[in-house]
């Protein structure tokens, strides 16, 4: 999947802060479950694509680790994020 700039920077501009803050936690995580939503759609029409399954995985695992570093840093910010995305936890 190839995110055009302009859906990158958008994403970035709204949870990072500003278009070129591509380094914050909170627009990795957004930019990551957008990769990881698009994914999963792939995957439902192709069941047997088994490259793209364990690439979802390892996204699933960077996006919770990245979750887990900012819930220890700001908690206020971690539920602010995940509701905002609707990821369940």
């Known amino acids: 999947m190839n995110l055009s700039t302009e859906k ?3 994403i970035f501009e709204k949870f990072g802060n500003s278009k070129t803050n591509t ?3 909170e627009g ?3 930019l990551f479950t957008e990769r990881i939503n ?3 759609g ?9 490259a793209t ?3 979802l995985v390892s996204l699933v695992g960077k996006r919770r680790k990245l979750l887990d570093y900012l819930k220890n840093k700001d908690i ?5 994020l995940i509701k905002e995305l609707g990821i369940r936890k």
């Open 8 to 10: 990158k920077q958008a």
């Open 23 to 25: 380094g914050s936690t």
């Open 28 to 30: 990795q995580v957004a």
């Open 38 to 40: 698009h994914l999963t």
């Open 42 to 50: 792939h995957l439902k029409i192709n069941k047997k694509d088994f």
């Open 53 to 55: 399954e364990k690439a």
């Open 76 to 80: 206020v910010k971690y539920r602010e």
